[in-house]
């Protein structure tokens, strides 16, 4: 099993323009800058990755279990795990649960004449998701579960527009980013107790639909994310804002 997870160049390249957008983002930047608490639902652009690498760690025996269940029965010594369960191109039924995330957005902007802005914005956070596979996956017709508990941090550069309209702003853009993250995969049937932690180097494009409501001190927001190994997601979340 051989899976790609190098983009060294791209990493350096969006931490440096994300890092240096954020300096001089002091008490007198002003509305230029904003720090947010973010809620909503996790992003999965990791999530194929750790269960790649979850099977291989599987494989060689470096994966590990919780309590006396076996991790890799004896008398199965073919058990597997399908490594692409939570692929974009999977034929497995799978059945999303809890889905959530947590995390703290610092973001900069600058005018670009009008209403269009550039931004850099650099977030860090915690993510969880559960996964059921209520026919198996692969050979295995077991009743499986899948969970995914993750920090990830995250810088982003891109674009956006704002336009004020009756009761608020809304807003639309375009980004590219990265996601950093260090992802605990459990994998549990009756036959798998399967258990490892791996991290991931995700990159990303997105687009965003906000919307800042006059009379709430929120901004919700909705997302659509495809990733470099072809996992899309479109997700919604909220910001409230702590400076």
């Known amino acids: 099993m051989k899976f790609k997870n190098k983009c ?7 931490w440096l323009s994300a890092g240096l957008g954020l300096v001089g983002c002091g008490p007198d930047c002003g509305d230029a800058c904003r ?3 973010t809620l909503g639902q996790d992003v999965n652009s990791h999530q194929n990755l750790a269960l790649q690498q979850t099977t291989q760690a599987f494989v060689e025996g470096r994966s590990w279990g919780r309590g006396d269940r076996a991790r890799r029965p004896e008398a199965l010594p073919g ?9 974009p191109d999977s034929t497995t039924e799978v059945r999303l649960g809890a889905n959530r995330s947590l995390g703290l957005r610092h973001e900069r902007a600058w005018g670009l004449g009008g209403e269009l802005q550039a931004y850099a914005a650099l977030g860090a956070g915690l993510g969880r998701s559960r996964y059921a596979l ?3 996956m692969g050979p295995l017709a077991d009743p499986t579960e899948i969970r995914l508990r993750h920090v ?4 982003e550069i891109g674009i956006r527009h704002s336009a004020v309209v009756p009761g ?13 993250s260090r992802t605990e995969t459990s994998v549990q049937s009756a036959l798998l107790d399967v258990n490892y932690r791996a991290s991931q180097t995700m990159p990303y494009g997105a687009l965003h639909l906000s919307v800042q409501p006059d009379s709430l001190p929120l901004t919700a927001d909705l997302e659509a994310r495809i990733a470099r190994d072809g996992m899309s997601q479109i997700r919604a979340g909220l910001r409230l804002p702590l400076r």
């Open 134 to 136: 209520p026919m198996g």
């Open 152 to 155: 990830w941090l995250q810088p």
């Open 168 to 180: 608020g702003v809304i807003g639309t853009g375009a980004g590219l980013g990265l996601q950093i």
């Open 35 to 37: 720090l947010d608490l």
């Open 8 to 14: 060294p160049r791209l990493a350096v390249w969006l």
């Open 79 to 87: 058990l597997q795990i399908d490594p692409d369960a939570l692929g």
